[in-house]
């Protein structure tokens, strides 16, 4: 008899990833942890747009798909085309953001990691001084890791929020409703945790016996994890890729026992 599809747990947001949804050799539950709210900006935000239309920033920062696909929804009701902005150094998140950015005409500069560590690495970044002036397209509530470094440096930052982030009402039943299908000891359901607000609404669940494989989204999520469940099974993934996830998943089951307690993170 063949041997059970693995079990992953997609977590994101419900109208997020669908390719994730597609991945063939697992059993997909979803349960997202998150929902997104769109909010409408400020006069003074829509100052900042307009500045950034007329070149007035020495680089763009988009920390997340939401805030990219607002802020160019916004661009096409004021008919704002790519050809008639000034060349802005654009620095996305990740893949999935800078897909967003490239299909409506921008050049994007990605870092080798999707978090704000991985942005700080960028020289673009790096080389920002004093005087410098960065526009963040952001959520209310993200990290600041990347915004108070740089204000640390004397670069001005101006951030537009264009979006916010709350737990689903129905997170408990639904957890409730998937509890039955998730497998006990010694088998591992595999889970994405794609921010440390997933991390605190998935740990508020009552989880009973089933054990988890965490598919952290870097290596400040993964610590983040250890710091709360010292013998869990964590990997480490640099992008929400269907081929990050799917191989993070199969090292995990070629493995005896996936990671023992107190091993390093991988």
């Known amino acids: 008899m063949p041997a059970p599809l693995p079990i992953l747990i997609n977590t994101r947001p419900i109208h997020r990833g669908d390719a994730i949804r597609q991945m063939?050799?697992?059993?997909?539950v979803d349960l997202p942890l998150l929902e997104i709210r769109s909010l409408s900006i400020s006069e003074c935000e829509q100052a900042m747009m307009m500045q950034f239309c007329q070149g007035a920033y020495d680089a763009l920062v988009i920390t997340s798909v939401e805030s990219a696909r607002r802020a160019l929804d916004y661009l096409r009701s004021h008919q704002v085309n790519v050809p008639t902005l000034p060349n802005?150094?654009?620095i996305a998140v990740g893949t999935a953001t800078a897909q967003v950015m490239q299909a409506y005409g921008f050049d994007v500069i990605l870092p080798q990691t999707a978090n704000n560590e991985g942005m700080l690495t960028l020289p673009q970044?790096?080389?920002l001084t004093a005087h410098d002036r960065v526009l963040i397209w952001r959520g209310v509530g993200g990290r600041r890791l990347l915004h108070d470094t740089l204000t640390a440096?004397?670069?001005h930052i101006?951030?537009?929020e264009w979006y916010e982030r709350t737990t689903p009402s129905d997170l408990y039943d639904n957890f409730s409703a998937i509890l039955p299908t998730l497998p006990t000891t010694p088998s591992h359901a595999h889970v994405i945790i794609s921010s440390e607000m997933a991390y605190q609404a998935w740990a508020s669940l009552p989880h009973a016996e089933t054990r988890?494989?965490?598919l952290a989204l870097g290596e400040r999520?993964?610590?983040?994890?250890?710091t709360h469940e010292p013998s869990a099974a964590i990997s480490m993934i640099d992008d929400l890729s269907v081929q990050a996830i799917g191989r993070a998943i199969s090292i995990a089951q070629m493995q005896t026992q996936i990671i023992k307690p107190h091993s390093p993170i991988h």
């Open 88 to 90: 802005t150094p654009i």
């Open 125 to 127: 970044i790096k080389s």
């Open 153 to 155: 440096k004397g670069v």
């Open 221 to 226: 999520l993964a610590r983040i994890i250890r």
């Open 212 to 214: 988890y494989h965490y």
């Open 158 to 160: 101006d951030a537009i």
């Open 24 to 28: 063939t050799g697992v059993m997909m």
